[in-house]
């Protein structure tokens, strides 16, 4: 449901001589993350002009994220990434020992779910496999681990390929927006764009500049993720463990380390963390007289956890972690960050179009923010969890219980990769709001096929509404094709981010209505427009 938020937008600046300045993009992105690399695709897959621009000078090779929730592998799969990211799933080192995994239904591959909750471990064989949610989920399901690393390379050279321009090496240092755009200053000369949106990470030049609201939590503890040579730590146990000091994860066969220590957030933030801090972080967690004599990859993180309190002022939007920050237990950053780009890429697209309904831009704040803070909620209750002292070690007695039955994984399971996560749409059908499903269509197709240009999709068996969605084709593709399944609605309206919008019998007025909401008015001459968007 299209709600215009009373905070989405603020008054322009005075207009300025820059404001008669011709834009040179519909959109600066700020940040070649994956939010900005996949955001800057979906924008110019919806018709818009967009660059990116970048502080670093190439891709950031510090381990980061590695886990990919449902919601994002299906994201990658329905722009036609998925075989990508299977390559690169199958050259990372942490997926090798994964790969000839024999699944309870007979078939290999990974594990369809490995994850853990406040270093509580949550096993594949503990799930219930009659669960309909958990049903249907190839060939998504094929994909889990993956470097972020490799996720932005495979990002760069879809954006590349559909003629986005990366400026890398180029520093956002102000900007000024009007009723007609915004004028971004840079370490290289001024940008006049129609848009700016800041995915410029956790320390966000454009939310500071913008003046965004940030509250949240502050941090209690300081933690590092290492991939080292480390000797000394021959006796430690394999996997995640509790002490009296904190928590650690401890790989060998990876070299790979993680600790979390409850002494506060560190005293420099800003420096970068080293050997010894991380030799230190594993004698005080674990106890072991740890020796690092050698580092591949070190990051420090702590708990600090914020979300702004709305993702747009005037022309200026945030996405991803400028938009967020919480601690990455579970992997969420990345997730959040990829779903943040594809629910605002199609609806900027359609605004710089000039196709979108009232209200349309409006709707991407209202969608994200509730679930920016339910992630934000459950990385602060692992927390709690984690805490060295007795009161939270008892409730992590009852949680590691619970996650050791069928029921407890499974919802944690669930919870943690995103299959439940649906906006809150208006519809009868139980359909609307959630992520589409992937029917086999009987030409042996997927529904997932069709949606690689980025365009909202009609399924239509009957064909009975063509003179309905006729005017829309120019934003839309029209299936006719049936799905292989006796469950499947009579027409179903997904939305270019893979969420359906309207499903169910025929009803002409309620799909109108629909694609009206969405897809903004229909062409007064359909015949004459092109099958997709304008590039430019």
Avoid at 54 to 66: D, F, H, M, P, Y
Avoid at 383 to 394: F, G, L, N, T, W
Avoid at 395 to 407: F, G, K, P, S, Y
Avoid at 484 to 503: C, H, I, S
Wanted: hydrophobic residues 40%; contains cysteine.
């Amino acid at each position: 449901m299209i709600t215009p938020s009373t905070t989405a937008t603020t008054s322009a600046s005075p207009r300025s001589h820059a404001a008669e300045r011709p834009a040179d993009y519909d959109v600066v992105v700020a940040g070649a993350g994956p939010a900005g690399l996949m955001l800057a695709g979906e924008l110019r897959a919806g018709g818009a002009s967009v660059t990116v621009l970048e502080r670093l000078t190439e891709v950031n090779s510090i381990l980061k994220a590695g886990t990919l929730n449902r919601p994002n592998i299906e994201a990658f799969y329905r722009r036609g990434l998925l075989p990508a990211l299977r390559q690169a799933q199958q050259e990372t080192e942490w997926t090798v020992s994964y790969i000839s995994t024999t699944r309870p239904d007979g078939t290999s591959g990974l594990p369809r779910f490995s994850g853990h909750f406040a270093a509580i471990m949550l096993g594949d064989e503990m799930l219930d496999e009659s669960d309909p949610d958990l049903a249907g989920l190839y060939p998504p399901d094929m994909v889990d681990l993956v470097h972020q690393k490799q996720v932005e390379i495979i990002l760069a050279d879809r954006v590349a390929g559909l003629g986005v321009e990366i400026r890398r090496g180029v520093e956002v240092t102000g900007f000024e927006q009007d009723a007609e755009g915004v004028t971004v200053e840079t370490d290289q000369g001024p940008i006049r764009c129609g848009w700016l949106v800041g995915c410029d990470g956790g320390r966000s030049t454009v939310r500071k500049l913008a003046g965004f609201d940030f509250p949240g939590t502050e941090p209690e503890i300081t933690g590092y993720h290492g991939m080292a040579d480390i000797a000394g730590v021959q006796d430690l146990g394999v996997g995640w463990h509790a002490t009296d000091t904190g928590v650690y994860l401890n790989d060998p066969p990876r070299g790979r380390i993680t600790t979390v220590s409850f002494e506060g957030a560190p005293a420099d933030h800003d420096t970068p963390a080293t050997a010894e801090d991380l030799e230190a972080a594993i004698r005080h967690v674990t106890g072991a007289e740890a020796t690092v004599t050698g580092i591949t990859s070190l990051t420090r993180f702590t708990d600090n956890t914020r979300q702004a309190t709305t993702y747009r002022k005037g022309r200026v939007l945030l996405a991803g972690d400028a938009a967020h920050v919480h601690p990455p237990f579970g992997g969420q950053g990345l997730n959040l960050s990829v779903g943040d780009a594809m629910n605002l890429g199609w609806k900027l697209a359609a605004t710089v179009r000039g196709t979108a309904p009232d209200g349309l831009l409006d709707t991407y704040t209202a969608e994200r923010l509730p679930l920016g803070a339910w992630v934000l909620n459950w990385t602060r209750a692992q927390i709690a969890v984690m805490r060295p002292e007795p009161h939270a070690r008892a409730l992590r007695e009852v949680v590691a219980d619970l996650a050791r039955t069928v029921d407890g994984a499974t919802y944690f399971a669930k919870k943690i990769s995103g299959i439940c996560q649906r906006y809150d749409l208006s519809g009868d059908n139980p359909l609307v709001g959630a992520s589409a499903p992937d029917y086999e269509l009987a030409d042996g197709s997927r529904l997932a096929d069709h949606m690689h240009d980025g365009r909202a999709l009609l399924l239509d068996p009957s064909g009975a509404r063509h003179d309905l969605v006729a005017p829309y084709r120019d934003r839309m593709r029209t299936i006719t094709t049936a799905p292989l399944t006796d469950d499947a609605p009579a027409a179903m309206f997904v939305r270019p981010d893979g969420y359906v919008a309207w499903a169910g019998e025929p009803d002409r007025d309620s799909l109108d209505k629909a694609l009206q909401t969405w897809l903004g008015a229909p062409l007064a001459h359909p015949s004459q427009t092109p099958e997709a968007p304008a590039q430019r």
